[in-house]
C-alpha cells in the first residue's frame, strides 16, 4: 500500500489518480462530476460534505490545467484557503490587562482594543505591522504568520483583505515551496497529466513518447527497486526512459568549459540548472544576469539529445520540481521538452493503471555517471565541475559555494553584487537539499541524500566524459541568452 507524508499529499493524489484513470479510459468528460463523491465519502476538515467536494471540484480543475489566463503554474483554491486565522498576529492567556496598554497605543490604525480586561485584535483593521507584538512587555502577542507566506522566501504571497492568499507573479519563482507547506492544500501546482495521456494513448512507432526522469526519483520510490520503477513507467505506454543525469553529464562538461573560457572576466559564475534560482536573479538582482552560466539545463539537453535522434518523438519530464514546469514554457525553450511531470502525478499514473511496481521485471537505466546523477542534490553540480577541471587538467582557479536554498542563496547573491563575494562559482538551489527537496516529491526524509548517492554509486561510468562517449554531442547549441 503506498505511504504519504501527509494528507493533503495523499488527496492530490486521489484527485489525480482519479483524473488518470478517466483520461486513459477516455470517460474524462462523463467521469468529471462524480470523481469528488468517490473520494470524499465523509468530511475529513470542512464543515460538511458538501463543502468537502467543492474543494476536491477546484483541486480538480487545477489538476486539468487550471486558470488558463494565469500563467503561472502555482494556484491558489479560493475555496480551501478558509482555515488560517483571520490575524497573523493573536492575543495569548499571556495577556494581563496591564494598565499601561502598550499595544493600543503603539497600533497605528487602531486594530486593538480591550474588552473585559484582556486585548483583541480587530482582524478588519489590523494591517500585521507587528508593532503590538513588539511593545507588549509579557510577550503576550505572538506572530502566527500563514505556512505559505513564512514558506515563500521571495516574499511573493499576499494577504487580501478578504484573508484568501494571492500570489505576486512578479516575484513568484514557482518553486512551490507553498504547495508543499500550506497544511489545507489550497495551493496547488497545475497539471498536465491529461494532455500527457493522451500523447501516451496516441503514440506509436512514427510519434514515439519518451520519459526522462530526474536522478532524484531514486528516494522515491523506495518500496521498488529503480529497474522495476522504467518497466512500470514503459507500461504506461512510454517508448523508453532516459535518465536527466545523461543531460547533466553533458552539461557538466560544457559548463566546465565555460567556465575555464570564461572566469578570468566575469570573476564569479551562477549554475543555471535550477530554473527558480535563474529566476530568482533576473527577479530580484537582474545586474547580475551576465553571472549566470549560458548553460541550458540538464531537463533541456537530454531532450535536445533525444529529438537530435528522433526528431517526431515527444518528450517528456519527470521529477520532483513545479519550476520545470514554468521552465519548459519559456519563449526561447518551447517545444523542446513537450511537458513535465512531477513524482505525484507519476504515483498516480501508474496506480490509476493498477500496476504494482513492486512486482514489475527489472528494466536496464545505466546511461549516466556517477557525477551526473548528483546533481539531485546540493553540491552535486560543483563536485561534478571540480571533477572534470582535475581529470582534464585544466589551468583555472575554482572555489565553489554550494546554497543550499533560496535564503542561501539570497546571502552570497547580496555578497556578489557588492563585490563581497570571493568564490569563483555559484551553486543555486531553490529548495532545502537540492532537487531531491522539491516541493512535489513523495518524500522529503533525511534519508533521500544516501539514496542519490547510493544510486549514484551504482553508476557503470566513472566521470561525465566516458558516460557521452557513445553520443555526438557537438551539434547541439547548449546556450541560451538570459
Not at 497605543?105 to 483593521?125: N, R
Not at 518497466?231 to 547533466?248: C, M, P, Q, S
Amino acid at each position: 500500500m503506498r505511504k504519504f507524508e501527509n494528507k493533503i499529499q495523499e488527496s492530490k493524489y486521489e484527485v489525480l489518480r482519479e483524473v488518470s484513470k478517466a483520461a486513459f479510459e477516455g470517460t474524462l468528460d462523463k467521469e468529471l462530476i462524480h470523481i469528488p463523491k468517490r473520494i470524499d465519502l465523509e468530511p475529513k476538515i470542512r464543515c460538511c460534505i458538501h463543502k468537502e467536494r467543492v474543494v476536491t471540484y477546484e483541486r480538480i480543475k487545477v489538476a486539468l490545467g487550471g486558470n488558463k489566463e494565469n500563467n503561472n503554474i502555482i494556484e491558489v483554491i479560493d475555496e480551501a484557503c478558509d482555515e488560517c486565522f483571520d490575524t497573523r498576529y493573536v492575543i495569548t492567556e499571556a495577556c494581563r490587562g496591564c494598565l499601561a496598554n502598550h499595544c493600543v497605543s503603539y497600533c497605528p490604525v487602531g486594530a486593538i482594543e480591550f474588552v473585559q480586561h484582556k486585548a483583541k485584535i480587530d482582524g478588519q483593521k489590523c494591517i500585521e505591522c507587528g508593532k503590538c507584538k513588539d511593545a507588549c512587555p509579557y510577550n503576550a502577542i505572538v506572530d502566527v504568520m500563514r505556512p505559505c507566506k513564512k514558506a515563500c522566501g521571495v516574499n511573493a504571497i499576499n494577504i487580501e483583505v478578504n484573508k484568501k492568499a494571492t500570489i505576486d507573479n512578479d516575484k513568484c519563482i514557482q518553486c512551490g515551496a507553498c504547495v508543499y507547506q500550506c497544511p489545507f492544500g489550497a495551493i496547488m501546482d497545475k497539471s498536465y497529466i491529461t494532455e500527457v495521456i493522451e500523447l501516451l494513448k496516441n503514440a506509436d512507432e512514427n510519434n514515439k513518447v519518451y520519459a526522462i526522469i530526474a536522478p532524484a526519483i531514486a528516494s522515491q520510490f523506495t518500496y521498488a527497486s529503480i529497474g522495476q520503477v522504467i518497466t512500470g513507467i514503459k507500461k504506461l505506454g512510454f517508448h523508453d526512459v532516459i535518465e536527466v543525469a545523461l543531460g547533466a553529464d553533458m552539461v557538466a562538461v560544457k559548463e566546465t568549459h565555460e567556465y575555464a573560457q570564461t572566469i578570468e572576466n566575469k570573476k564569479t559564475i551562477t549554475s543555471s540548472c535550477c530554473p527558480s534560482f535563474v529566476q530568482y536573479i533576473l527577479n530580484e538582482y537582474p545586474e547580475l544576469k551576465d553571472n549566470i552560466s549560458s548553460m541550458i539545463s540538464p531537463m533541456i539537453a537530454i531532450s535536445k539529445l533525444i529529438k537530435d535522434l528522433d526528431p517526431k518523438s515527444k518528450v517528456v519530464f519527470i521529477g520532483p520540481c513545479t519550476a520545470k514546469k514554468m521552465e519548459i514554457q519559456q519563449k526561447d525553450l518551447q517545444g523542446i521538452t513537450d511537458y513535465a511531470l512531477t513524482f505525484e502525478e507519476l504515483a498516480a499514473m501508474i496506480d490509476s493503471k493498477g500496476l504494482e511496481l513492486q512486482d514489475q521485471e527489472e528494466s536496464l537505466l545505466d546511461n549516466a555517471s556517477y557525477y551526473g546523477r548528483i546533481f539531485a542534490r546540493t553540491g552535486g553540480i560543483s563536485q561534478a565541475i571540480e571533477n572534470i577541471i582535475k581529470e582534464e587538467k585544466l589551468d583555472v582557479p575554482f572555489d565553489p559555494v554550494s546554497c543550499d536554498g533560496i535564503i542561501e542563496c539570497d546571502k552570497v547573491l547580496k555578497k556578489l553584487k557588492h563585490n563581497r563575494c570571493d568564490n569563483t562559482f555559484i551553486e543555486g538551489m531553490a529548495c532545502k537539499n537540492g532537487c531531491i527537496g522539491g516541493a512535489t516529491s513523495l518524500s522529503h526524509g533525511p534519508k533521500n541524500k544516501k539514496e542519490v548517492d547510493k544510486y549514484a554509486k551504482l553508476a557503470l561510468e566513472p566521470d561525465s566524459n566516458s558516460s557521452l562517449r557513445v553520443f555526438d554531442i557537438e551539434s547541439i547549441d547548449f546556450h541560451r541568452e538570459f
